[in-house]
């Protein structure tokens, strides 16, 4: 349980405020209710430009970096297709600046045609390096189009094409500020060895003025439920042959999402995993193999993808893949299999938050969730997972008529 206090101002800033006496130090977390869901389909990547603009100077302050590195602290940010989120750690004394630099960037950024030019040149060059030119740097995007069919997440956070970066004007770019990036939208977290009435104090102070923008209402397209078995063969340049194998589970709020992670962790969780063990180890099929979710906000996916041993018949791989998911389905997980998962879920949750910077950015999520308060019952939710509400998951997710079998061949 990690403990918080909150609040919220008159322009509908959320504040979480959780006190560590033991550290020195502050991390203060800002989470944008905006990602790459949200974006106009003809008009994508901009929450992920956004990622970079919102370092390219604000309306007082032309260099976020520098006076940030004066005080001796360091920051990032990143972006998913559900948020976006910006952080940074500095010493308790230089609290105040922290406050100073975040909450002049939420009023309004610097926007101008130069600071725009250098951060799409930026973006675009993220673009053909990672995505174009780079081996299997298309999987994502080939695997979101086979997947989703209607919802947004049918793009890659970067974008779903180099054009629509290119083409992004100034105009465009401010509506989306002003839309997305407003106090109503936001969500400030701050741990460490604070007071309530301090942080309350230096909210007023430079978050209160800021307007307040218009509450966001998402209203996405809900993706149907897959009917049919959907495959994809693609030859590519590349040096090893992989199969990705994804399918449709419920959204990061369900219950299911707790067994989704469960299964993940007994099909990959480490060399003496049931992936690992029978198409590594024993029958080396796989010279290394995975599986995974994405975590969405919104209904994901789960994955399972593995690199082809040399000379290994990818039909014959994918066989021995839908083996372990049927046996899984048939057999249950035993007491100890699943004790052992358990245990290690825990340790890693445990470990993460261990980093203050960490416990700012799960009470902020969890907020957006809809309870930061729901934090403090994950490992719970966990340790109630069972073997049968395995078999019944993996039972309704791994049907054909759910699968998205993407063959990444070697030329």
Not at 246 to 260: G, L, M, P, Q
Not at 322 to 339: C, P, T
Request: charge should be negative; include cysteine.
């Amino acid at each position: 349980m990690i403990p918080f206090e909150r609040f919220s101002l008159d322009n509908g800033l959320k504040v979480l405020v959780h006190q560590d006496k033991t550290t020195p130090m502050v991390s203060m977390n800002i989470l944008y209710d905006v990602g790459a869901r949200d974006e106009n389909p003809n008009k994508t990547g901009f929450a992920h430009l956004f990622e970079h603009l919102m370092f390219g100077g604000s309306k007082n302050i032309p260099i976020y970096d520098e006076p940030l590195q004066n005080a001796g602290g360091e920051n990032n940010a990143y972006t998913t297709n559900d948020i976006t989120n910006y952080y940074l750690t500095l010493p308790k004394k230089n609290l105040e600046t922290a406050f100073w630099l975040e909450s002049d960037r939420m009023m309004s950024l610097a926007f101008g045609e130069r600071s725009l030019e250098v951060q799409r040149k930026v973006v675009c060059e993220e673009f053909k390096e990672n995505y174009i030119n780079k081996p299997y740097g298309d999987v994502w995007k080939h695997l979101r189009e086979l997947c989703y069919k209607v919802h947004p997440y049918q793009w890659m956070t970067i974008g779903k094409e180099l054009s629509h970066i290119e083409d992004a004007q100034l105009q465009d770019v401010k509506d989306f500020f002003f839309k997305h990036y407003r106090p109503k939208n936001a969500i400030l977290s701050v741990a460490g060895n604070v007071e309530l009435d301090e942080i309350k104090s230096l909210s007023e102070k430079w978050f209160a003025p800021i307007e307040s923008g218009t509450l966001y209402e998402r209203n996405l397209p809900k993706e149907p439920e897959q009917m049919e078995e959907r495959r994809l063969v693609l030859e590519k340049d590349v040096p090893v042959s992989m199969i990705y194998k994804a399918w449709h589970i419920d959204a990061r709020s369900s219950a299911n999402f707790y067994t989704a992670d469960v299964i993940t962790e007994v099909l990959a969780g480490g060399k003496s995993s049931r992936l690992y063990k029978q198409l590594v180890k024993e029958q080396a099929l796989f010279s290394q193999i995975d599986s995974y979710h994405l975590g969405s906000i919104d209904e994901g996916l789960l994955l399972v993808a593995g690199s082809l041993a040399p000379g290994v018949d990818a039909k014959k791989a994918e066989a021995g893949i839908e083996k372990v998911l049927r046996e899984l389905i048939d057999g249950g997980v035993d007491s100890d299999e699943l004790a052992g998962v358990k245990n290690k879920v825990e340790s890693m949750m445990v470990f993460e938050d261990l980093g203050l910077g960490s416990r700012a950015n799960n009470l902020a999520f969890f907020e957006l969730l809809g309870d930061a308060a729901q934090l403090g019952k994950e490992l719970g939710r966990y340790a109630a997972v069972t073997s049968d509400q395995m078999v019944a998951y993996a039972s309704k997710i791994f049907k054909p008529e759910n699968s998205n079998t993407l063959w990444y061949l070697a030329k």
